[in-house]
């Protein structure tokens, strides 16, 4: 079944009386027992986790990590830039952004206690195109190893890729204040009926490189609003997503992001969180972030292990031709 599916619904007025405010109690109480799994399961030991997170120019990248934000904290804030261009396919990120537990934590009204857990480091970065291409994939190579510093303009990267490759490696080095992608999240708008396939593709592509293989997953925005009320068509949607992503159901989050349509008056900024939304996406959340998923670092041989590999072997075929001489050679 993958992370449940919540239904959504509209918020419920605390005016009224009687099956509405038990909803909304019990709403509260399954929220807070989300956010209570999530940190039992992220724990406050070892290493925050670093996610990037991918889709296509105007799928909403930034409306989740608001929404993911909003989830966590208990309260709606505009952390990461959003835009509203009526489906143009137009965005507002244009580099790569890092938002640390530090940033997003400390407008939370539990901040001291949240603060000691391990919530990760959440990238987000402008909207890539719909293309496998080698341009493409070196792009995301960059990035999820680590290699770009933050505040780039995707533009730049994609302009010295394509000009300057011989020198990639000077201009974009390994270093230790970059961040290297733990988790993979690939976002689709269930109201959009067309998959980037494409870009896809190299995505699992660029997660699985000689190097590392990189734990992915989906998220799968807007089931509030998709675009077909017919069952089957959405779950071939669905099944599509999972096949292009190489992943399983359980790996798939649905939910709904916070947005004008179901956010309700702005007050100093802030806006009232809905729980049906907070619980399936921390539910979501519990899975992605669990520390039994590892990355898989390949080990690469060193040049000595390669020269004793060499030597060895010309030991043993130097050895091979002395005894066919000894044996056949009078």
């Known amino acids: 079944m993958g992370f449940q599916q919540s239904v959504f619904k509209k918020p419920v007025d605390m005016n009224d009386l009687g099956d509405n405010s038990n909803e909304e109690i019990n709403l509260k109480k ?29 799928s909403g990248k930034s409306s989740f990590i608001n929404t993911l934000i909003a989830s966590i904290t208990g309260e709606w804030r505009s952390h990461a830039m959003v835009g509203c261009f009526g489906g ?10 890092t938002y640390r537990k530090e940033k997003y934590l400390k407008h939370a009204k539990d901040v001291k206690h949240l603060m000691k857990f391990n919530f990760p ?61 733990d988790r993979i999240i690939f976002l ?10 494409n870009l896809m593709q190299a995505v699992h592509s660029s ?23 017919e ?41 009232n969180n809905l729980p049906e939304i907070d619980i399936s996406v921390l539910r979501g959340m519990k899975q992605i972030l669990d520390p039994s998923i590892t990355v898989t670092e390949y080990k690469r041989a060193t040049l000595n292990q390669v020269d004793a590999g060499g030597i060895l072997m010309l030991a043993f075929v130097i050895l091979m031709i002395a005894i066919f001489i000894m044996l056949f050679g009078k």
């Open 30 to 58: 399954r929220r807070k027992e989300a956010l209570e799994e999530l940190l039992k399961r992220i724990g406050k030991e070892n290493r925050p986790l670093n996610i990037a997170i991918i889709g296509t120019p105007g």
């Open 121 to 181: 480091a959440i990238l987000d970065m402008s909207g890539i195109d719909d293309a496998n291409d080698r341009d493409t994939k070196m792009l995301l190579d960059l990035v999820f190893s680590g290699r770009i510093p933050e505040n780039s303009k995707i533009s730049d990267i994609l302009q010295n890729i394509r000009q300057n490759e011989e020198e990639l490696n000077n201009l974009y080095p390994l270093a230790k204040s970059n961040i290297r992608v």
């Open 231 to 271: 069952k089957n068509e959405y779950q071939e949607f669905i099944s599509r997503m999972r096949t292009h992503l190489g992943i399983l159901d359980i790996h798939l989050l649905r939910c709904t992001n916070y947005c004008d349509v179901n956010l309700e008056e702005i007050k100093d900024g802030i806006r």
């Open 88 to 97: 143009l396919g137009l965005q507002k990120t244009k580099h790569i952004a």
């Open 207 to 229: 997660s699985t490189s000689r190097r590392r293989d990189i734990p992915m997953f989906g998220v799968l925005t807007k089931i509030d609003d998709p675009f077909t009320s």
């Open 188 to 197: 689709v708008s269930a109201a959009n009926p067309s998959l980037p396939e």
